[in-house]
């Protein structure tokens, strides 16, 4: 009966401690864990522990770290020249090791790579006939499915007639086919015109059933597509129109309109002019030649009359009409003079006056012309491109209804031929079954070329299983047949990107070396060039940063982590169980030049760790100390302010302190002008930051005191101690129960805290734990799991054990008050 | 008697200790926190000196603490509550205008004199000595030298301004070698037994190399806030040119003080005004700020400077539509989330109570302990473990294992508010049942059998037992530290800083808002998140309003069970 209980315990326990579970697998995983697709891994290691504790100076570091001797900056700015020579040729020798190492890993990486090729080669026999085997039993299921298969016999047509109206006599799918039409038909077919005769059958039946709303869906759906690509061409079209006719509004509306208002203007003064001819009285000597004046004014006028009646129609245009208007109406003015008035010198002035605006009159009218031309041109095309677009529009709306419609039907004709496609899918695969089997009796080893054929198999029955709808015992046995081929793709993949690694590997290796060699010729002048006092660095060495963090990435990490990724899910084949060693061994080395090759995150976990320890252990200490002092008197005295001290400290403590850290920033920057030690992003100052939890403290403490018999303490005053005698003699030592677990909560609490070191901590070096766990979980370490599962761990275990050791007294502290005896 | 002298010294040193600081405060602006030193120290004497003060000595440390790290700090919020401490209100206004008057930044160069130099190091054996450097200086012909320049405006440790006379070299006591009138030709300037070597120049090919040393080394520590004096008073400052290039330009300042009398009410007033010596116009100063009127009689903003501003913020929060839109929402997810993470804490708590309250359960203890581990996580791990591999958006086991088993379509967990909620209520319930659950085994057990017996006699079944008898007299007990745990999350900002840091984003709110923002993760970000500006005051004044809730619930919590009594025993 308790069984069930135990049971759903056991179940929730495992579902709620699954995130621990994932840290402690994921911090033990030697793949990248974000990217696998498999929860769990059995590639192992604890190379994210080792990374964490000790940082292995691996080749990039050992570049970056001569290039940082070679330009003496810091660390190696105060070293004398001798010293940085031993230093280079420490570092050199350290890297020629890693070299080595490489190398050495690379060649026997090689030789179980070698080894693994002999094993599947020889096993070539035994892997074809397992092939064989899966394919035969297919072979058989399916023939046996394709005799139990319920056929409709309308529904058969159908589904031929669909399938062979695109096909001609005596095609390959006709032959398979011909046997089944055959029957259907009840005739043989052997030439041309019985086929036709068959199909003409077999169409009655396909039209009966609906099969023409099918075609009509089919035209329609292209008619759809032909009709949107014909809106977009059109709507395409359409945008440089829109700019041009946008541009001449722009023209038309600014600079002609500005001229046509000067022009105005100066007409205007012409027409003063004239008005004032009446009251003028000398002649001039020669009669003028008004003519081509008037002849000008009216062609001038007519032609501005004309572009402001065309404009008449355009809203946005309607204030240059309206100033070409009132222009030409000037103008006509002009031309009314009474033939006496034409012999006085102001007439003569006038048309002298007149010439000189006559150009820009008559160029005014000439822009005018051809803009209005173009302007409304391409306006009448906008209207027809737009109405033809909504045409097209409409009829694809009309269109797209209909298909809908048809494509419901066809749903529902679907369904019905569900069973007969499976039939006729099954009889094109039964046809090209027999030919796989065919190709894979021809293979005879396991080279590249087979491998492909394998492969081939493979991809061809994986499609079928995807794309055959019936879940029956053929898909079943395809699909047993596609796990049992697996591996050959996982194999080929392993065996193409190995050799490419290898290739790539040594190419690469080989630059290094070479250039690694002529750095090493001129290490020393470069040093001493660099302790002349000259700013220098190395073109070789950059050369080799560029080649570890450039070339080696992309060339081969990519194809490293392949080949270890397939290695590890080839090891799970229990199909040749000499063969899993041997990719244990080409898995092991690999990742081991990985790591040799690899740029890591640079870290200051110990550091982090050890700055968590310091800060809680002085803080716990100190608030302690003072709190246990704090208690004392408000446990055994009478004094103002006991009843609501700690009460009110206990409220006010609420305050948020978030916001406090404004103001103890600005004390801790203010501070740490003049003591260094306690000032921002210091240990030291973040301690202070963080003595503030005493109220709580006092609170437990004094609830401990409390239970301390009175009488202990009088007893020594009448022997003679003073108060703080008695509290620091009798009291403290009888309360250390309390004080371990205040310390110890302090400790956590401390250990704990986040937000406040966020604030106060800049500086990687100085940062908590809490803040280095962080940095290794955000921007681009996000989808690192390795290092920061391994992190969360070793910080999570000590705080768990410690937290579980002290429950007794965390319960009893948290329920004090609550649960009364 | 020598313990008594001892102890009489102890006490005068704290008390000499103690005026120092208090007059080391005011002397630099600090004055609040200036006067709590004074209050404390005469308390102190009066605790020694007073019998009666005899209880309070043992508390005196822990109110040195509180008061300055918890009661200063309350002060000071309360005070910037009701100012704009905030961007652009960093300082107050007296810095500001130093400032204006002697940052670098308020130059501009004049005249296009070919200044060129070159820069002489000293060498301790083969290492350059950074801090120790001379200037030779070509001005117009005429060789000059400077000195490394001496700090003469400091705030603090922060120099504003350093400045550095320029000699004519024949006047000083530096010799040149060669002695030539040519920059490049002078290798090393000599003065006595020390040496100078030439290290950068920018004229020089072989020198350049050291640009990157002189860059980061010299001139941004020592050069970049300095000015050269020449005898004919004009000022020399290294500036970056168009070419991008680091070079020497005469300077002025573009700023002076002046006198400005006004009339207020009709009496004369002289007011201090800041004057653009370029264009002879008054600085604008409005809102705490300080603007600049320029050629096209556009303000440019200047330099801000924090003000009073009165009941401002308090009234924005009401008011000011992208605030209060935004800040009500925040406010009413903050209500929600503090209760449904107790609500629900509790009811998975309680089961497991229930459960493991029976003595005849098997390994109890084990399952007790298990059950208890999420509690012991530290929360900053835990929510750090979730946010990356379960909730991660496309790599997060949730989304890339759980949901597809189940045939469910991926959560955006991150981007889709209310699926961010409940990821923030699922860490936190997965924090706190353990606690929920300690806190109801503990009441369970205080519940006495003899109640249940009395009720199967009754015939009361499982249910109505569990109704009337456990939940009742369980409520009684653990109702004040639920209202705590209440308390506490309503400001448990970790949580959701580090899981959602308040995302996703609120949209149309000016200020930097976010659906799981609560409020005290809002204050947060409007007093550190740099990107989006800081709003101290505004920051301060929702911290006000916090407090007055936080502490209202506890008060009335502390009332009610009996808290006062206790202590006051």
């Known amino acids: ?444 080893s396991l080279s590249r070329t087979d491998l492909q054929r394998y492969s081939t198999v493979l991809t061809w029955l994986r499609n079928f299983a995807n794309s055959y709808g019936r879940s029956d015992e053929v898909k079943e046995s395809v699909q047993k047949a596609v796990s049992d081929l697996r591996w050959i793709e996982d194999y080929r993949t392993f065996t193409t990107r190995f050799e490419n690694y290898s290739k790539n590997y040594e190419q690469i290796v080989k630059e290094f070396e070479q250039v690694m060699a002529d750095f090493e010729k001129i290490c020393d002048d470069l040093l001493v060039l660099s302790y002349s006092g000259t700013f220098v660095t190395s073109e070789h060495l950059t050369r080799l940063l560029d080649l570890v963090k450039l070339d080696f990435v992309n060339k081969v990490r990519a194809d490293l982590a392949v080949v270890s990724r397939r290695a590890g899910s080839l090891m799970k084949l229990s199909l040749f169980s000499e063969a899993q060693k041997l990719f244990r061994d080409v898995d092991k080395h690999l990742f081991r030049i990985d790591q040799i090759w690899k740029e890591k995150m640079k870290h200051y976990f110990g550091r982090w760790v050890l700055n968590s320890i310091i800060v809680s252990t002085i803080v716990a200490i100190i608030t302690t100390s003072i709190c246990a002092a ?192 | 008697m020598i313990k008594k002298l001892l102890s009489f010294s102890f006490i005068g040193l704290l008390n000499v200790f103690f005026f120092w600081i208090a007059f080391f405060l005011f002397n630099n602006a600090y004055y609040a926190l200036g006067a709590l030193f004074l209050i404390l120290v005469f308390l102190i004497d009066f605790f020694i000196f007073n019998p009666k003060g005899y209880p309070y000595r043992y508390v005196a440390p822990a109110l040195v603490l509180l008061t300055v790290l918890v009661i200063y700090p309350i002060y000071f919020t309360v005070k910037t509550a009701f100012t704009n401490y905030g961007t652009g209100h960093y300082m107050p206004k007296e810095e500001a205008i130093e400032r204006l008057l002697y940052d670098p930044v308020y130059t501009y160069e004049v005249g296009n004199e070919a200044v060129e130099y070159k820069l002489f190091i000293a060498y301790d054996g083969l290492i350059p000595m950074y801090d120790d450097f001379l200037i030779l200086f070509k001005i117009e012909g005429t060789l000059f030298i400077a000195e490394k320049p001496i700090p003469i405006k400091k705030k603090g440790k922060d ?102 009398q006004t009339l207020e009410n009709d009496k004369p007033r002289t007011k201090l005004i800041v004057v653009n010596n370029k264009t002879n116009r008054p600085l604008i100063e409005r809102e705490g700020s300080f603007y600049d009127v320029n050629e096209k009689n556009e303000e440019v903003y200047l330099i801000g400077y924090i003000d009073f501003v009165g009941w401002k913020n308090f009234l924005r929060i009401l008011r000011d539509p992208r605030i209060t839109g935004p800040f009500f929402k925040i406010f009413v997810w903050t209500f929600l989330w503090a209760l449904l993470s107790v609500v629900l804490s509790l009811a998975v708590g309680l089961p497991f109570a229930l459960v493991l309250n029976d003595p005849k359960l098997r390994g109890r203890n084990i399952y007790r302990t298990l059950l208890i581990i999420p509690w012991a996580i530290p929360v900053f791990i835990s929510a750090l473990i979730w946010r990356n591999g379960l909730f991660n958006e496309s790599y997060g086991v949730i989304n890339k294992f759980l949901l597809p088993a189940l045939g469910l379509p991926i959560i955006r967990w991150m981007n889709d508010p209310f699926w961010a909620r409940v990821a923030v209520l699922l860490v936190n319930v997965w924090l706190t049942y353990p606690y929920m659950m300690t806190i109801s085994l503990g009441a369970l057990q205080g519940i006495p059998y003899e109640l249940y017996e009395a009720a199967m006699i009754d015939g009361a079944g499982k249910f109505r037992r569990f109704t009337s008898i456990t939940f009742p007299l369980l409520m009684a007990v653990i109702a004040p530290l639920l209202v705590s745990s209440f308390a506490f999350s309503f400001n448990n900002f970790t949580i959701i800083y580090l899981i959602t840091a308040g995302g996703p984003p609120i949209p149309g709110s000016t200020t930097p808002t976010g659906y799981t923002d609560i409020l005290i993760s809002y204050v947060y970000k409007l007093a550190f998140q740099a990107g989006t500006g800081q709003d101290f005051g505004l920051a301060a004044a929702i911290s006000i309003l916090i407090f007055f809730l936080v502490g209202g619930i506890s008060y009335v919590n502390f009332r009610f069970s009996g808290v006062f009594e206790e202590v006051g025993k």
Not at chain 1, 678 to 692: E, M
Not at chain 1, 713 to 728: K, M, N
């Open chain 2, 159 to 260: 120099v504003l301004l350093s400045e550095a006379q320029l000699i004519p070299i024949e006047s000083s006591t530096y010799q040149r070698v060669p002695q030539s009138e040519d920059l490049t030709e002078i290798r090393m300037i000599t003065s006595g037994e020390k040496t100078y070597r030439a290290f950068y120049s920018p004229q020089e090919e072989f020198l350049r190399l050291n640009a990157p040393l002189f860059k980061s080394r010299i001139a941004q520590f020592y050069l970049q806030k300095s000015e050269f004096v020449h005898p004919n008073g004009n000022r020399y400052a290294l500036r970056i040119d168009r070419t991008g290039e680091w070079s020497f330009a005469r300077i002025e300042r573009l700023y002076r003080l002046d006198l400005m």
């Open chain 1, 1 to 444: 009966m308790k069984l069930h209980v135990h049971a759903i315990l056991i179940f929730l326990i495992v579902v709620i401690l699954f995130p621990t579970v994932w840290v402690v697998t994921t911090s033990l995983r030697r793949d990248e864990a974000a990217f696998s697709t498999d929860l769990f891994s059995s590639r192992l290691t604890l190379q994210n522990y080792v990374d964490l504790i000790v940082q292995e100076q691996n080749v990039p570091v050992l570049v970056k770290e001569l290039q940082k001797l070679i330009s003496r900056v810091s660390p190696y700015d105060r070293l004398t020249l001798a010293q940085a020579r031993t230093k280079a040729t420490e570092l050199l020798r350290k890297m020629r090791n890693y070299l080595d190492e490489s190398n050495k890993r690379n060649d026997s990486a090689r030789k179980s790579y070698e080894a693994l090729v002999k094993i599947f080669e020889t096993n070539a026999n035994r892997v074809k006939q397992s092939t064989l085997n899966d394919l035969r039993q297919i072979e058989k299921v399916l023939l046996k499915t394709l005799s139990e298969l319920k056929i409709d016999k309308e529904e058969l047509a159908f589904v031929l007639y669909e399938v062979l109206s695109k096909e001609k006599f005596n095609s390959q799918m006709e032959k398979i086919l011909r046997s089944a039409v055959e029957e259907m038909v009840g005739f043989k077919i052997d030439d041309e015109q019985s086929y036709a005769l068959a199909m003409n059958l077999l169409r009655q039946t396909h039209e009966e059933l609906g099969g023409a709303s099918l075609e009509e869906l089919e035209t329609l759906s292209a008619r759809i597509s032909s009709l949107r690509s014909e809106i977009e061409s059109l709507r395409k079209t359409l945008q440089p129109l829109e700019r041009s006719i946008l541009e001449a509004q722009i023209l038309l509306n600014g600079d002609v309109l500005t001229e046509l208002r000067s022009l105005t203007t100066a007409v205007e003064a012409l027409v003063k002019m004239k008005d004032s001819l009446a009251r003028t009285t000398a002649k001039s000597v020669l009669p003028t030649d008004d003519t081509l004046f008037l002849k000008s004014l009216q062609n001038v006028a007519s032609r501005l009359r004309n572009a402001s009646l065309s404009l008449q129609g355009f809203e946005d245009l309607l204030e240059i009409g309206k100033t070409a208007r009132h222009l030409s109406e000037r103008l006509v003015e002009l031309t009314n003079i009474e033939p006496r008035l034409k012999s006085l010198t102001t007439y003569s002035d006038m048309v002298r006056t007149y010439e000189e605006i006559r150009p820009r009159l008559e160029r005014i009218c000439d822009d005018l012309e051809t803009l209005i031309g173009r302007y409304s041109d391409e306006l009448s095309r906008l209207r027809e491109l737009n109405s033809s677009i909504l045409l097209k529009e409409s009829e694809l709306q009309r269109l797209s209804q209909r298909a809908e419609e048809l494509q419901q039907k066809r749903q529902l004709l679907e369904l019905r031929l569900a069973e007969e496609r499976s039939w006729l899918q099954l009889i094109l695969f039964e046809d090209t079954l027999k030919a796989r089997l065919s190709s894979v009796e021809a293979i005879k």
């Open chain 1, 630 to 821: 704090a208690a004392y008197p408000f446990s055994r005295m009478r004094f103002v302010g006991r009843r609501y001290g700690i009460l009110s400290f206990l409220l006010i403590q609420m305050f948020p302190s978030v916001i406090f850290m404004i103001a103890i920033y600005n004390l801790l920057n203010f501070l740490g002008k003049f003591v260094p030690f306690l000032g921002v992003d210091t240990i030291g100052g973040l301690a202070l930051a963080y003595l503030t939890n005493i109220a709580y403290n006092v609170y437990l403490i004094k609830g401990f005191y409390d239970l301390i018999p009175a009488s202990l303490e009088e007893a020594a005053i009448v022997d003679g101690a003073t108060r703080f005698q008695s509290f620091y003699m009798i009291v403290l030592p009888l309360a250390r129960p309390i004080l371990v677990v205040v310390f110890l909560l302090t400790f956590i609490g401390t250990f704990n805290e986040y937000v406040i070191a966020r604030i106060v901590l800049q500086n990687v070096r100085n940062y908590t734990y809490a803040l280095g766990l962080q940095s290794f979980a955000v921007g681009p370490y996000e989808t690192e799991w390795g290092l920061f599962t391994a992190a969360a761990l070793l910080g999570m275990l000590p705080m768990v054990i410690l937290f579980l050791a002290m429950q007794r007294y965390l319960v009893s502290g948290l329920t004090r008050g609550a649960v009364k005896e």
